[in-house]
């Protein structure tokens, strides 16, 4: 088992930054795709940025281009999320995932990961 725990959410304004962190632990693999995902009220969880294993490609959805920044320490086991310019949309559960690197997949496609942490709650007032 793979176990994930995610920091690093809090209460912020609009413009604010926050920097959340995923930390791996547990069974190891030789390789493996991490990504975020996020769930606000009343709404369906959705994609957010995600980064390979091959190459370290990224991936990011349309509404946080240019003001997310998915990376990660391979040797730390932790993959981070820079989040600049918040807006109030943004709030939301955060969740990170992660999956055994097997062949590359469609890295926004929640229903590849195998393995899911328990959230950490971002809020954004205007």
């Known amino acids: 088992q793979v176990q994930l725990v995610e920091s690093g959410g809090g209460l912020v304004q609009a413009g604010d930054s926050l920097r959340l962190s995923c930390a791996a632990s547990g069974r190891t693999f030789s390789g493996y795709d991490m990504g975020w995902f996020r769930q606000a009220p009343g709404k369906e969880r959705e994609f957010v940025a995600a980064?390979?294993?091959?190459?370290?490609?990224?991936k990011y959805a349309d509404s946080v281009k240019g003001r997310f920044t998915i990376s990660r320490d391979n040797t730390k086991n932790t993959m981070y999320l820079q989040m600049n310019s918040l807006k109030p949309e943004d709030t939301a559960l955060y969740y990170c995932a992660l999956r055994r690197y097997v062949s590359s997949v469609s890295l926004p496609n929640p229903a590849i990961y195998d393995y899911w942490g328990q959230g950490t709650q971002v809020t954004v007032s205007s």
């Open positions: 980064i390979g294993w091959i190459g370290g490609r990224t």
